[in-house]
């Protein structure tokens, strides 16, 4: 079985899986990285938002031998790590908003809701609600008015 | 209903004195019986059914001669633990109990742990999730359990700070007395213990003394959610329990007839298992993307399924061969209308899913159930086992919708562990979800209203509707009540249909009839069961006798609302959402008004039909009209937890304008078009409203009503209505764009899309 080497959360990984796997069983089913969800498998509802090399992707489409040794995958869990604290500024808006109901397509909206803040920034300019509407993570508890604010508040202490 | 209560030890005994139980127990555990609630209101039959029994008080009072006990446990280090028999599903339940022992213990809401108990035979009907019921059943008996483990720990603190129980205080999880000195509810955990159980009288906390219900809190839940710790059922960590998926037929209930290449499917990569199960050909691997893999390579041959050749249209024509009649038009004016509500998916975003360890004599089940008694009877019947050797464990659920009432995945899962005879790890994947998972049936709805000058003479709706499956427990809590009704002998669904839809306005005579038919398709309750399309094609119909009264939307539902309450929800959207406000063409204000579950709710939207917003570019989506404004007002008669009620409701409209605009099921050749998120089009960011405003009512009542289902049946009402005026004609067909496929069909062989593999691509 071929070996694939890459970092996730700040660690080095190496797992023994044909190459083909896609990205997101080698996080749940091998390593036991459960806050990417499935919700589609075909890269449609973004519950598996994590991040690589700071830029949103959906696991679900990434074989696993596209990935290189020093490619940094960063889940829900070690989001918090990136800026030092228990919890990103994101996460404690996704509280202060009380945004979670059912909970399941929320670590795949604050990954994806990170790296939307991130490319603004980039871009030199704030969050639009253009930028909001072009968010394509499904909730199907319908949470989406709440998301919409955390991120703005979120984005101020990012 | 009074008089069924078991010898007396349900009863209250004076004003909010109730019994519970000190229980024996190492450290301090007391309980009460679930079914410990204020008797209905049972008043003198009439033609509004809603008005002797809603369905709340039915499932209320189905569980009182038989419930069992629910208990409240301190524990050593401070926390108090309690075990709830319902199902988390997303709609805050857990908080909300916590709140409730949080208030009669006087202990800090962070010590509260409430967990979801497993499934429990001896609460026989009371341990289902549905009909909003949860807070409305076990609002007395948790504080009544809360209340007593407050006595006993003050008992136990007189004891061990030598003062009289008077002299004592409880706040914040420590008891104090006037000479300063103080213990932690958790050092007098074993102390307050009883070596043998016993009854106890206890008096509840005076609302105008509440420092926690009705007060907003955020969920307990919260952190685990956005970290990523909370754990769903494919999230647990069962030994060996490996990825299992199946492939699934072309039609609905398709079944296998044989398989050409079993051996070369079981030695692809990482592939354990293969075998045929009365669902189709189950795969074991030690990844779902090799599950994934496995299936699409499977080479099946299919028999037919139960909804062979049928589709849309030939469905609409046998619904419209089981309607019921009008009966004689009258002499005078009417106002009628026929309504299509298409099929619609239920389907959560967590998809059906199960583990199952079934080994020789006993099997151990975890799913997110919302009747785990009925999916622990099923389970044991499939496999042959005693009742008594199926261990069903609850799991925290990834939404429901209706969806979770069934359970589908366990079965499954149970049937193929059984089969292998390893433990499995089962989830459907999305397009199984969409393609063969249940469904909210198709029906239609005819109107006629008959008025005369500005009276309304009769109402009369006949809903017609493809069979609902309700044969996951809440069937036999109708079975068993249903002989105490005055209703004679009329099914589950007739009664169900009665006991949910209230005739809220001053309409003279009329009725509203429900009449099934076909029952070869998977279907279930969703969110809000047939309120939604009854309510949108009552409000659309009253808007056309507002304007053949002349009156205006508003000012014509405030004069023929039976009560107070009601006008008070529909005049405070009409204030707060400035009803009437000057709008451009091809813009519009719509306003709908809904009662269930002991609550009432008003919405008011505007919405934007321009072609500049209804053609905006989306890709692989739905634009169409944009619901720009939302303001809803509620009335729960006691909102437990104002914000978790806020949530609910902001849900409720997300899934009304879903329903009136853009998310249905297309039935083709026997089977569903839909196979993803990108095609099934529930509301996505794009599609949500910029303004949304919800507004809870003062409390109206002693008693809390339900809330996770209220709101969906006035949004999609308000919605119609706003799009009617906005375009100037009524709508009759919903969603609005199922005539429109907006998507091109997945192949049924193989039944799943293959993974992508360009993700790398798409990183943003």
Same mark, same amino acid.
């Given at each position: ?70 490619? !940094? ?83 101020? %202490?990012? | 209903?009074?008089?069924?209560? &078991? ?31 204020? $008797? ?34 301190? %524990? ?7 075990? *709830? ?23 800090? *809401? ?8 497993? $499934? ?63 213990? &932690? ?22 609302? !105008? ?6 007060? #907003? ?32 037929? #072309? ?68 619904? !419209? ?38 080994? $020789? ?21 499939? *496999? ?104 004679? &002998? ?25 009449? !099934?038919?076909?029952?070869?398709? %998977? ?40 009560? &107070? ?107 569903? *078009? ?38 969906? $049946? ?51």
């Amino acid at each position: 079985m071929p070996e694939h080497t890459f970092r996730v959360n700040g660690e080095q990984v190496t797992v023994n899986v044909a190459g083909d796997v896609r990205l997101l069983w080698v996080l749940r089913d091998i390593l036991g990285i459960t806050g990417p969800k499935y919700g589609c498998g075909i890269n449609v509802c973004k519950a598996c938002t994590s991040h690589i090399n700071g830029k949103a992707v959906n696991p679900c489409a990434i074989p696993v031998a596209d990935l290189q040794p020093t490619d !940094e995958v960063t889940t829900i869990e070690g989001l918090p790590a990136t800026v030092g604290k228990d919890l990103h500024p994101m996460q404690q808006a996704w509280l202060d908003h009380d945004v979670a109901q059912c909970g399941y397509c929320q670590p795949g909206q604050i990954m994806a809701a990170v790296a939307l803040v991130r490319r603004a920034a980039a871009e030199g300019r704030g969050i639009t609600d253009a930028d909001l509407d072009g968010l394509r993570n499904i909730c199907r508890c319908g949470t989406y008015s709440r998301i919409r604010e955390a991120i703005k508040a979120g984005a101020e %202490n990012m | 209903m009074t008089g069924s209560h &078991d010898g007396g030890l349900n009863e209250a005994i004076g004003r909010r004195r109730f019994l519970g139980y000190v229980v024996a127990a190492p450290t301090l555990v007391v309980a009460a019986e679930l079914g410990l609630t204020p $008797a209905p209101d049972v008043r003198l039959p009439t033609p509004e059914l809603t008005e002797l029994l809603d369905l709340n008080d039915m499932m209320t009072a189905a569980a009182l001669p038989t419930s069992g006990l629910i208990s409240v446990e301190v %524990n050593r280090d401070g926390t108090v633990s309690f075990a *709830l028999p319902r199902a988390e599903v997303g709609q805050g339940i857990t908080t909300s109990t916590a709140m409730l022992i949080a208030e009669e213990m006087a202990v800090p *809401l962070e010590r509260v742990r409430v967990t979801l108990a497993n $499934a429990r035979p001896e609460l026989v009907f009371n341990q289902l999730t549905g009909g909003s019921n949860t807070t409305i059943a076990t609002y007395v008996p948790i504080r009544v359990a809360a209340a007593i483990a407050r006595l006993r720990l003050l008992a136990a603190a007189a004891t061990e700070l030598g003062s009289a129980v008077t002299d004592l205080t409880l706040k914040a999880g420590v008891i104090a007395n006037r000479s300063g000195g103080s213990v &932690d509810i958790g050092a007098l955990a074993e102390k307050a213990a009883s070596t043998r159980t016993q009854q106890v009288s206890v008096e509840l906390t005076a609302r !105008e003394n509440f420092t926690v219900i009705g007060r #907003p809190h955020n969920r307990i839940d919260a952190r685990d959610a956005v970290t990523g710790r909370k754990k769903f059922a494919m999230d647990l960590d069962v030994p060996d329990a490996k990825p299992t998926m199946v492939c699934r037929p #072309p039609t609905i209930n398709g079944k296998v007839g044989s398989v050409a290449n079993l051996a070369e499917v079981r030695a692809m990569p990482g592939v354990t298992d293969v075998v045929t199960i009365s669902t189709g050909v189950a795969v074991r691997a030690e990844t779902f993307g090799q599950c994934i893999d496995a299936v699409r390579a499977l080479r099946v041959s299919w028999k037919a399924g139960t909804a062979e050749g049928k589709s849309d249209e030939t469905v609409l024509r046998k619904l !419209e061969a089981a309607e019921l009649p009008l009966g004689l038009k009258p002499l005078t004016p009417t106002v009628e209308g026929k309504f299509t509500f298409y099929f619609r998916s239920n389907s959560a975003l967590e998809p059906n899913c199960a583990i199952a360890d079934v080994r $020789a004599g006993r099997a151990e089940i975890w799913s997110a159930l919302k009747s785990p008694l009925v999916a622990k009877q099923a389970i044991a019947a499939k *496999l042959g086992l005693p009742v008594g050797s199926v261990t069903v464990h609850v799991t925290e659920g990834g939404g429901s919708f209706g969806r979770k009432l069934f359970f589908d995945a366990a079965l499954e899962a149970a049937e193929v562990s059984q089969r292998i005879g390893k433990p499995v790890k089962l989830m459907w994947h999305r397009a199984d979800d969409s393609r063969q998972g249940r469904t909210h049936p198709m029906a239609t709805s005819r109107v006629r209203a008959a008025y005369l000058g500005n009276t309304v003479l009769s109402y009369k709706q006949r809903h017609t509707s493809v069979s609902t499956d309700l044969g996951h427990g809440l069937g036999e809590i109708i079975t068993a009540m249903a002989a105490r009704l005055p209703v004679g &002998d009329i099914g589950f669904s007739q009664t169900f249909f009665h006991l949910s839809q209230a005739m809220s306005y001053n309409f003279g005579a009329g009725s509203q009839l429900l009449s !099934e038919t076909d029952k070869s398709f %998977n279907t279930g309750s969703m969110r809000n069961v047939y309120s939604p399309d009854v309510t949108c094609a009552r409000e659309l119909i009253v808007d056309q006798l507002a304007a053949r009264m002349g009156k205006d939307p508003y000012r014509f539902r405030h004069d023929f609302l039976r009560d &107070d309450r009601s006008r008070a929800v529909l005049a405070k959207v009409a204030e707060v959402g400035a009803w009437g406000r000057s709008m451009p063409a091809g813009t519009a204000q719509g306003i709908a008004f809904h009662a269930e579950y002991k609550a009432v709710s008003a919405v008011l939207v505007e919405i934007d039909c321009r072609p500049g917003t209804v053609n905006r570019p989306i890709r692989d989506g739905v634009a169409g009209p944009r619901v720009t404004k939302v303001v809803i007002a509620v009335d729960v008669g006691l909102a437990v937890n104002p914000r978790g009620l806020e949530a609910q409701m902001m849900g409720c409209a997300m899934d009304g304008i879903a329903l009136a605009l853009t998310s249905s099921l297309h039935l083709r050749d026997g089977y569903f *078009l839909e196979a993803s998120w990108d095609n099934y089009f529930y509301t996505r960011q794009w599609n949500t409203p910029p303004e949304l405003q919800i507004v809870v009512m003062p409390s109206t009542s002693e008693e809390p009503g339900g809330a996770g289902e209220l709101g969906v $049946a006035a949004s999609m009402a308000a919605v119609a209505c706003a799009y009617g005026r906005a375009t100037g004609t009524m709508p009759t067909s919903f969603p609005i764009n199922h005539g429109t496929l907006s998507f091109t069909p997945k192949p049924t062989v193989p039944p799943i899309p293959p993974s992508p593999t360009d993700g790398l691509n798409h990183a943003r």
